[in-house]
């Protein structure tokens, strides 16, 4: 059974940064595309950003562009989701999800092509 352990969420003040990690004890999420997605209170999970298999591919929402950097560590199994200049509309629960098996694209519809999901960090930024 795939596990993904999100980590590094917290409280923070606007204009902070924080990374977040998305792990796996399985080191065939290596081979895996890789996403994150936020859901905030009273909204539905949306797309923030998303990483091929390879690494090479990256993908971001529009909200997040120019702030945020996805990235992943094979060595690690990992995949990390650095933020900066954070700001009170990015408060949320954030998700890492397993994409499609040596894909090196990036689906953003949380519904569709996603079979293993972690179970949230929460980031809390405030004014």
């Known amino acids: 059974q795939v596990q993904l352990v999100e980590s590094g969420g917290g409280s923070v003040q606007a204009g902070a940064s924080l990374r977040l990690t998305c792990a796996s004890s399985i080191s065939s999420f290596n081979r895996f595309a890789a996403t994150w997605f936020r859901q905030a209170p009273g909204k539905e999970r949306e797309f923030v950003a998303g990483i091929g298999w390879r690494g090479s591919v990256t993908r971001y929402a529009e909200a997040v562009l120019g702030r945020f950097t996805i990235s992943r560590d094979k060595a690690r199994n990992a995949v990390y989701l650095e933020m900066n200049s954070l700001t009170p509309e990015d408060t949320a629960v954030y998700y890492c999800?397993?994409?499609?098996?040596?894909?090196?694209?990036?689906?953003?519809?949380?519904?569709?092509?996603?079979?293993?999901w972690g179970q949230g960090t929460r980031v809390t930024v405030s004014s």
């Open positions: 999800a397993r994409g499609g098996g040596y894909i090196d694209d990036v689906y953003p519809d949380p519904k569709s092509g996603y079979d293993a």
